[in-house]
């Protein structure tokens, strides 16, 4: 019997109310409703490619632009994702996922480390994807990277489709996370020499 992380999270600020319920141990169930469409998108292939069960739902000032909702959606998938780790006993702690899609390539080198740090090596042929500012994907990953306590690598090698990069982005991000959060029986305790990974 596999255990079951999971969490809920509600945030509510002037600007938006974000709530994700996410179980880490799941089968890629994804009911996914932000109010901006290409991040429902991204959030329902991460969820999938995961194989987590999440509940996302957003209700932001999209009437502004898509920044504030986008940033706090990272944000509280963060906590949420750090919150369901618990004290990661027994976790792999590193994942390393590459997905290719059509032209592009992307990888995605995580350590749930607790110590936040993105590195972003991507770089978009365009600026937006339909309605989506692509400068979006650095601060949603950015926050969550925060607010996990993770440490995220994201590399794109090469791509010439800013829509395929992107999402070769989340799904390899969901499978580096998969890797990383994985139970070996083998970990006696926390992976880490300093005895302590939170
Ligand atoms: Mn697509």
């Known amino acids: 019997m596999i255990k079951q992380r999971n969490a809920q999270i509600e945030r509510m600020t002037n600007e938006t109310k974000v709530y994700v319920d996410i179980n880490l141990d799941g089968e890629g ?3 996914i409703e932000t109010g901006v469409p290409f991040m429902d998108h991204m959030l329902d292939l991460f969820t ?6 999440a509940t996302i739902t957003a209700n932001g000032d999209t009437h502004i ?5 986008t940033e706090d959606i990272g944000i509280v998938l963060g906590q949420a994702v750090k919150e369901a780790l618990g004290d990661k006993k027994s976790i792999k702690r590193y994942g390393n ?16 480390s607790n110590r936040p740090h993105l590195e972003f090596r991507a ?24 607010e996990a306590r993770m440490n995220v690598h994201v590399i794109v090698h090469y791509g010439a489709n800013t829509h395929h990069m992107i999402e070769a982005i989340f799904k390899a991000l969901a499978r580096a996370i998969d890797e990383a959060i994985t139970i070996d029986d083998r970990v006696k305790g926390v992976p880490s020499t300093k005895g302590l990974l939170t």
């Open 48 to 53: 999938k490619h995961g194989l987590f069960n």
């Open 65 to 69: 632009d898509d920044h504030h909702t």
């Open 97 to 112: 996922a590459f997905v290719p899609m059509d032209d592009a390539l992307a990888q995605v080198v995580i350590d749930i």
């Open 123 to 146: 770089q978009f042929p365009t600026q937006k994807v339909g309605m989506f500012d692509t400068e979006l994907v650095h601060e949603f990953l950015w926050k969550f990277a925060l």
């Open 29 to 31: 169930k994804a009911e």
